[in-house]
């Protein structure tokens, strides 16, 4: 199974941040990757799908990019609403693989 | 809106069995293969298992083919997961998630909040 490997698995930040996590797959999987964010009690959102292109009714301070092995989900500019864990995931062959997951942390 | 709800979650001892159901509205159910995932203490976020939209293709994790068996009901708008045998190793919240596919490209779009299953004596 490709393994993601996420990093960091956390950071602190204050609201205004650029905030850059990013995810690297053990082997190519093209552009098959999405990110989500998950706060605790409420479903995983997704943000982006296939490595750039964002969610509808996603803010447009959340980015993605990166292809084959290396990805990098940014925050432009870090709001309240932002502080959670995200995570990735790719689809490019079976099973399906997650990252650890990053928790953002008020600084 | 999409809205999918997981229940039948809870403790159950070690070799026990649980079934859990995911309602699905706000979208044409059938027409969307289904997914279970979960989130377990020893390994994260884990793929489980995932059905096709008619009902006649399933897929499952190593750790749980052969115990756990996903179905669905198409007019009632539900998924389901029977989990069999259970082991502690199977602790953890359980998502269901609808896939989406557009131009080739597949991802799960939406997710429900999550079912706890505990397995312990």
């Known amino acids: 199974a490709i393994q993601l490997t996420q990093s960091p698995s956390s950071l602190s930040a204050s609201e205004g941040d650029r905030v850059t996590i990013t995810c690297r797959a053990s082997q190519g999987i093209s552009s098959d990757l999405a990110w989500y964010q998950h706060k605790p009690g409420t479903p995983p959102k997704l943000l982006i799908y296939d490595a750039s292109t964002l969610e509808r009714g996603v803010p447009s301070r959340f980015s993605g990019s990166g292809s084959e092995t290396d990805f990098t989900l940014t925050i432009s500019s870090l709001q309240p609403e932002d502080f959670a864990t995200y995570f990735c995931?790719?689809?490019?062959?079976?099973?399906?693989?997650f990252g650890h997951g990053t928790k953002v942390e008020v600084k | 809106e999409v809205q999918l709800v997981e229940s039948g979650g809870g403790l159950v001892q070690p070799g026990g069995s649980l079934r859990l159901s995911c309602a699905a509205s706000g979208f044409t159910f059938s027409s969307f293969a289904m997914t279970w995932v979960r989130q377990t203490p020893g390994k994260g976020l884990e793929w489980v298992s995932t059905l096709s939209h008619k009902n006649d293709k399933t897929y499952y994790a190593d750790s749980v083919r052969g115990r756990f068996t996903i179905s669905r009901d198409n007019s009632k708008n539900n998924l389901f997961l029977q989990m069999d045998s259970l082991r502690a190793d199977d602790t953890g919240v359980y998502f269901c998630a609808k896939w989406a596919g557009v131009g080739g490209v597949w991802y799960f779009d939406f997710w429900g909040r999550g079912t706890l299953v505990t397995v312990s004596s």
């Open positions: 995931l790719q689809f490019d062959s079976h099973p399906q693989t």
